[in-house]
């Protein structure tokens, strides 16, 4: 249970830190693509006012991030901060407004200000505060670190960019930040300056502490960094302990070794251990180095005692080349009652002892019994009286030990039985309460998955809301065409869930990117660098083509991949731009809160195989009153949810399945042996091969829709069964997770252990009476 808590909870962490990187990636593509403009920050206004709406835009698809700023060579700086006790309010920082030139000079100190902002992000410039006097971030260390970085064309590598060590934020709390250099786009080997994104270790704890609180028994998680310092812990949520300088201001995290909390100070002290180092032969390094440093970057798992207590510890390295050097623990307190199952197997231990002294005995005593008679007959000293009194009695003696033998053994066999139950009941407890657990986890990480759709949206729709793209007229503006295409190209590579990202217009164009048979292909009526107007006929219709691409610059190529086998598909008319065309965002509303986003059924994509998924869709408005020039979307295959689902480990014969609430549709399932769809369309659980589905479906339509948990039996084998429910805006799903009694109690072999504890008895009892009957002769 350990361990899978800590394999479901290691996903929750990574995905949470890849944020900030995805984020400063997301800018320096638009950068090197033209869409951003900052060679002259300093003093061009639109170039200024162009780089705040693209720090604002930041700031609401990537809401985990607490700080998003570019810091230039012309120490120029300009950026937006979260505001402490919001989720959404956060403030404008920088050396001046942005429609106002800055008048920081390279090497001279100058104050930044920070300003309260509207709903828009434009800051209000009747408060400005001064926050930081005599500021110089050239000298800063976050800054000097990438200065000697190698810059790549793929933004992705990990030599554009660079962790920082855990340190204490302006705002006094602790965090870290990805820094990523930012060059001239023609010149990789100057540094204009500095994109930055910062995440608070806080919210880290948040997520353990929210997760620990679902996990079976007492379960601590926390993160500690290569050095052994406490980055994260369920068990301090609210306020990491720091070291503190004389002034009482904390100046970096505890040692783990240190804590007060005592599995996270064993498990510490275990993990920071002296062992070989796996890349030095010959020296040491801490057991966590090892294990950041290894090749597999295995988890490692194994009991660490106090005085008092005893805890299973699962550690998992968490590591980025980039500068995260942690590891990821959770330890769970081994809080079995093994004092009272102490007692009843020491209670058998004793009487087996007895009923094979007595046993012993009763050879004994036959040997010496006959021994002497050998002897006195020998020397014709013994009556023969005396030694039939003395035979009978020793005859007696040993049936009535034989007779009293099965209840000593018999007391222990019950109790042997007692003792079985104990544990399978205990084990059978502790399966169930893995099933609830794993069930949160998989709805959690469901949830997420089908959220990054939603990012992407909000991508592109503040993106075109900032200026950034054309819609108005793509058949004929190739440059337009142009901007549309890097944009794609940016969401295609930063959100890696999505399969499928594109835009749609009101005139029949269609452009946009998917992942195609391992590779990623541009698709849409020509490409992009030449006219659509005549690739789309008067109606509209077009025939699809998919293009290969340059992995660095995203270009289509002039090798075509593959005509769509449709030739007259029209846009306009697919299910994902129908849907889309009421995903509306009006005034006063949130993109988020409101849910404008939409979603539509499952459908056939469009490529050779009609991959069957679905897609998150928004409109794309212009003008006042607003009019609708075409719909955003973003696509997630069923296959890839199905992949999601096979993230947690639920033991032999246990799975996963999601279905559409009212009409029992399977939407994946872990079952490889069983296809859940047909012709293009979804199967029913009664119409899936395996019985255990139907047996899901009828349980499910007599429990109504109320039901979290159940039990099924078929085929002679226990299911227990979680029912949990996945919702998002036209989502209601239901995700089951089925888990097999006999294979999650199978550490005490089920039934087998009666069997050989039967077995046993017999030959036990066999060999009573045996050696009992030999004892008998032996006195004779």
Same mark, same amino acid.
Not at 184 to 208: C, M, N, R, V
Not at 318 to 347: F, Q, S
């Given at each position: 249970?350990?361990?899978?808590?800590?394999?479901?909870?290691?996903?929750?962490?990574?995905?949470?830190?890849?944020?900030?990187? +995805?984020?400063?990636?997301?800018?320096?593509?638009?950068?090197?693509?033209?869409?951003?403009?900052?060679?002259?920050?300093?003093?061009?206004?639109?170039?200024?006012?162009?780089?705040?709406?693209?720090? #604002? /835009?930041? %700031?609401?698809?990537?809401?985990?991030?607490?700080?998003?700023?570019?810091?230039?060579?012309?120490?120029?700086?300009?950026?937006?901060?979260?505001?402490?006790?919001?989720?959404?309010?956060? #403030?404008?920082?920088?050396?001046?407004?942005?429609?106002?030139?800055?008048?920081?000079?390279? *090497?001279?100190?100058?104050?930044?200000?920070?300003?309260?902002?509207?709903?828009?992000?434009?800051?209000?410039?009747?408060?400005?505060?001064?926050?930081?006097?005599?500021?110089?971030?050239?000298?800063?260390?976050?800054?000097?670190?990438?200065?000697?970085?190698?810059?790549?064309?793929?933004?992705?590598?990990?030599?554009?960019?660079?962790?920082?060590?855990?340190?204490?934020?302006?705002? *006094?709390?602790?965090?870290?930040?990805?820094?990523?250099?930012?060059?001239?786009?023609?010149?990789?080997?100057?540094?204009?300056?500095?994109?930055?994104?910062?995440?608070? =270790?806080?919210?880290?704890?948040?997520?353990?502490?929210?997760?620990?609180?679902?996990?079976?028994?007492?379960?601590?998680?926390?993160?500690?960094?290569?050095?052994?310092?406490?980055?994260?812990?369920?068990?301090?949520?609210?306020?990491?302990?720091?070291? %503190?300088?004389?002034?009482?201001?904390?100046?970096?995290?505890?040692?783990?070794?240190?804590?007060?909390?005592?599995?996270?100070?064993?498990?510490?002290?275990?993990?920071?251990?002296?062992?070989? !180092?796996?890349?030095?032969?010959?020296?040491?390094?801490?057991?966590?180095?090892?294990?950041?440093?290894?090749? %597999?970057?295995?988890?490692?798992?194994?009991?660490?005692?106090?005085?008092?207590?005893?805890?299973?510890?699962?550690?998992?390295?968490?590591?980025?080349?980039?500068?995260?050097?942690?590891?990821?623990?959770?330890?769970?307190?081994?809080?079995?009652?093994?004092?009272?199952?102490?007692?009843?197997?020491?209670?058998?231990?004793?009487?087996?002892?007895?009923?094979?002294?007595?046993?012993?005995?009763?050879?004994?005593?036959?040997?010496?019994?006959?021994?002497?008679?050998?002897?006195?007959?020998?020397?014709?000293?013994?009556?023969?009286?005396?030694?039939?009194?003395?035979?009978?009695?020793?005859?007696?003696?040993?049936? +009535?030990?034989?007779?009293?033998?099965?209840?000593?053994?018999?007391?222990?066999?019950?109790?042997?039985?007692?003792?079985?139950?104990?544990?399978?009941?205990?084990?059978?407890?502790?399966?169930?309460?893995?099933?609830?657990?794993?069930?949160?986890?998989?709805?959690?990480?469901?949830?997420?998955?089908?959220?990054?759709?939603?990012? /992407?949206?909000?991508?592109?729709?503040?993106?075109?809301?900032?200026?950034?793209?054309?819609?108005?007229?793509?058949?004929?503006?190739?440059?337009?065409?142009?901007?549309?295409?890097?944009?794609? #190209?940016?969401?295609?590579?930063?959100?890696?869930?999505?399969? #499928?990202?594109?835009?749609?217009?009101?005139?029949? =164009?269609?452009?946009?990117?998917?992942?195609?048979?391992?590779?990623?292909?541009?698709?849409?009526?020509?490409?992009?660098?030449?006219?659509?107007?005549?690739?789309?006929?008067?109606?509209?219709?077009?025939?699809?083509?998919?293009?290969?691409?340059?992995?660095?610059?995203?270009?289509?190529?002039?090798?075509?991949?593959?005509?769509?086998?449709?030739?007259?598909?029209?846009?306009?008319?697919?299910?994902?731009?129908?849907?889309?065309?009421?995903?509306?965002?009006?005034?006063?509303?949130?993109?988020?809160? !409101?849910?404008?986003?939409?979603?539509?059924?499952?459908?056939?994509?469009?490529?050779?195989?009609?991959?069957?998924?679905?897609?998150?869709?928004?409109?794309?408005?212009?003008?006042?009153?607003?009019?609708?020039?075409?719909?955003?979307?973003?696509?997630?295959?069923?296959?890839?949810?199905?992949?999601?689902?096979?993230?947690?480990?639920?033991?032999?014969?246990?799975?996963?399945?999601?279905?559409?609430?009212?009409?029992?549709?399977?939407?994946?399932?872990? !079952?490889?042996?069983?296809?859940?769809?047909?012709?293009?369309?979804?199967?029913?659980?009664?119409?899936?091969?395996?019985?255990?589905?139907?047996?899901?479906?009828?349980?499910?339509?007599?429990?109504? *829709?109320?039901?979290?948990?159940?039990?099924?039996?078929?085929?002679?084998?226990?299911?227990?069964?979680?029912?949990?429910?996945?919702?998002?805006? !036209?989502?209601?799903?239901?995700?089951?997770?089925?888990?097999?009694?006999?294979?999650?109690?199978? +550490?005490?072999?089920?039934?087998?252990?009666?069997?050989?504890?039967?077995?046993?008895?017999?030959?036990?009892?066999?060999?009573?009476?045996?050696?009992?009957?030999?004892?008998?002769?032996?006195?004779?």
């Amino acid at each position: 249970s350990c361990d899978r808590f800590g394999r479901n909870l290691f996903d929750v962490v990574k995905g949470q830190m890849d944020v900030p990187p +995805v984020s400063a990636v997301v800018s320096d593509l638009d950068h090197m693509d033209g869409k951003l403009n900052i060679s002259n920050i300093k003093s061009d206004i639109s170039q200024r006012k162009a780089l705040q709406k693209h720090l #604002w /835009v930041m %700031t609401q698809v990537f809401p985990e991030v607490s700080w998003v700023y570019y810091y230039s060579e012309q120490n120029t700086y300009m950026g937006y901060q979260k505001a402490p006790g919001t989720a959404k309010a956060w #403030w404008y920082y920088g050396d001046a407004l942005p429609d106002s030139p800055s008048t920081a000079q390279p *090497g001279d100190y100058t104050t930044l200000k920070r300003y309260a902002v509207d709903a828009e992000g434009t800051p209000d410039p009747r408060t400005p505060q001064d926050v930081k006097e005599q500021y110089l971030y050239l000298n800063a260390p976050w800054y000097k670190m990438v200065q000697s970085l190698q810059k790549t064309g793929d933004p992705y590598k990990a030599g554009n960019a660079n962790w920082t060590k855990p340190m204490v934020f302006s705002n *006094g709390k602790m965090g870290v930040s990805v820094i990523h250099k930012v060059t001239d786009p023609k010149d990789w080997t100057t540094q204009w300056g500095i994109f930055g994104a910062d995440y608070e =270790l806080a919210h880290l704890s948040g997520f353990l502490d929210s997760a620990s609180k679902s996990a079976q028994g007492s379960t601590v998680a926390f993160l500690m960094d290569s050095e052994g310092d406490l980055i994260a812990s369920s068990k301090y949520k609210d306020a990491l302990p720091a070291t %503190t300088s004389g002034t009482g201001q904390a100046q970096k995290p505890l040692a783990a070794s240190k804590s007060d909390c005592e599995p996270i100070k064993l498990s510490a002290e275990a993990l920071t251990e002296q062992v070989p !180092d796996p890349q030095k032969p010959g020296s040491k390094t801490t057991l966590i180095k090892a294990m950041n440093r290894s090749e %597999t970057k295995a988890a490692l798992q194994g009991f660490v005692n106090s005085t008092a207590n005893t805890y299973w510890m699962n550690a998992r390295p968490v590591y980025d080349p980039r500068g995260l050097d942690w590891v990821l623990v959770v330890a769970m307190v081994m809080d079995i009652d093994e004092g009272n199952i102490g007692e009843v197997v020491k209670g058998i231990e004793g009487r087996d002892t007895e009923w094979r002294t007595i046993l012993l005995c009763s050879v004994t005593g036959g040997a010496i019994a006959l021994a002497l008679v050998i002897v006195f007959f020998l020397q014709q000293r013994l009556k023969w009286v005396l030694a039939a009194i003395v035979t009978a009695a020793y005859v007696v003696g040993v049936f +009535v030990c034989i007779a009293a033998l099965p209840g000593w053994y018999g007391a222990a066999d019950q109790d042997m039985a007692a003792l079985h139950s104990q544990c399978e009941a205990n084990v059978e407890s502790a399966a169930q309460a893995l099933g609830t657990q794993s069930a949160t986890d998989l709805v959690n990480a469901v949830q997420r998955f089908m959220e990054v759709p939603s990012s /992407v949206l909000a991508l592109s729709h503040y993106e075109y809301d900032a200026g950034k793209l054309q819609l108005s007229n793509l058949r004929t503006d190739v440059a337009s065409r142009e901007r549309l295409r890097t944009h794609l #190209w940016t969401c295609i590579r930063a959100f890696d869930e999505v399969t #499928w990202v594109y835009y749609g217009g009101e005139g029949g =164009l269609f452009t946009g990117y998917l992942d195609y048979k391992g590779g990623l292909a541009y698709w849409g009526p020509d490409k992009p660098s030449a006219p659509q107007e005549g690739a789309i006929d008067a109606l509209g219709r077009a025939t699809v083509k998919f293009y290969d691409v340059d992995l660095t610059s995203g270009k289509p190529l002039d090798k075509t991949l593959e005509t769509g086998p449709e030739r007259g598909m029209t846009a306009n008319q697919r299910p994902w731009y129908t849907k889309g065309t009421t995903a509306r965002l009006l005034p006063n509303q949130d993109l988020y809160t !409101d849910r404008v986003i939409r979603h539509t059924a499952v459908y056939a994509f469009k490529d050779e195989a009609k991959t069957l998924g679905l897609s998150a869709v928004l409109a794309a408005l212009e003008g006042d009153p607003p009019r609708l020039v075409g719909v955003w979307a973003a696509d997630v295959t069923l296959a890839a949810i199905k992949d999601e689902l096979a993230e947690i480990d639920l033991g032999p014969g246990g799975l996963v399945i999601i279905i559409e609430k009212d009409t029992q549709k399977v939407i994946a399932s872990t !079952d490889a042996a069983v296809s859940t769809s047909k012709d293009g369309e979804l199967l029913t659980l009664g119409q899936a091969s395996n019985p255990l589905f139907g047996l899901l479906g009828t349980k499910l339509k007599a429990a109504g *829709g109320g039901v979290k948990e159940f039990t099924v039996s078929t085929n002679g084998t226990l299911y227990y069964v979680e029912v949990r429910e996945v919702q998002l805006q !036209d989502i209601d799903w239901q995700l089951l997770v089925c888990m097999d009694k006999n294979s999650v109690t199978a +550490v005490y072999a089920g039934e087998a252990i009666v069997k050989d504890a039967q077995a046993a008895s017999a030959t036990y009892s066999t060999w009573v009476w045996i050696l009992g009957v030999v004892a008998v002769i032996a006195g004779v």
